[in-house]
């Protein structure tokens, strides 16, 4: 017989996966979040979720900033690229960079009472990691970046 290897979560023997994307550590129904929210100012970092699957495609997902800068004119941009910044750059007075800079970027939105949320209709089918964050222009004055989250557009 086979030899079963020690298993996290699962009563099952560990197996070669012979498909793109299976369920597991590397694939999930969701985003993950990595990072944490920074402030240049010194204060509490901004903190981002999200709602919805990022397996089937024409589904909707909302992605939701909260904890920012809660003053009037407080804008915020949802950036999202394919290439995640590691380790994470120093930018906007001391601000955590996690998602490389570049078009296409969602935004500027208002944030009021430190919260936005945007939500997407995606299509599936992409084999590459997409990262995002938020970046907030503080009508208070300075910047504050979100943590980032990670996700494949595509069956689980």
Do not use: E
């Not at 070669?16 to 994307?21: L, R």
């Not at 100012?41 to 979720?49: N, S």
């Not at 209709?121 to 995002?132: I, L």
């Amino acid at each position: 017989g086979s030899a079963i290897f020690p298993q996290m979560h699962s009563p099952f023997a560990c197996f070669p996966a012979n498909a793109a994307s299976v369920n597991g550590l590397g694939s999930t129904l969701h985003p993950l979040a990595y990072g944490v929210g920074t402030d240049g100012t010194g204060g509490p970092g901004p903190v981002m979720t999200s709602t919805g699957q990022i397996c089937q495609s024409a589904r909707p997902i909302t992605f939701t900033l909260s904890g920012a800068d809660p003053t009037p004119g407080t804008l915020a941009i949802l950036m999202y690229q394919l290439i995640p910044v590691c380790p994470p750059a120093t930018v906007l007075g001391g601000n955590s960079l996690y998602v490389a800079t570049g078009y296409p970027n969602f935004g500027p939105l208002p944030v009021v009472g430190g919260s936005c949320s945007v939500t997407f209709t995606m299509q599936g089918g992409s084999t590459f990691p997409t990262h995002v964050q938020w970046i907030v222009a503080k009508g208070s004055g300075g910047f504050q970046a979100s943590n980032a989250l990670s996700f494949i557009l595509g069956p689980p």
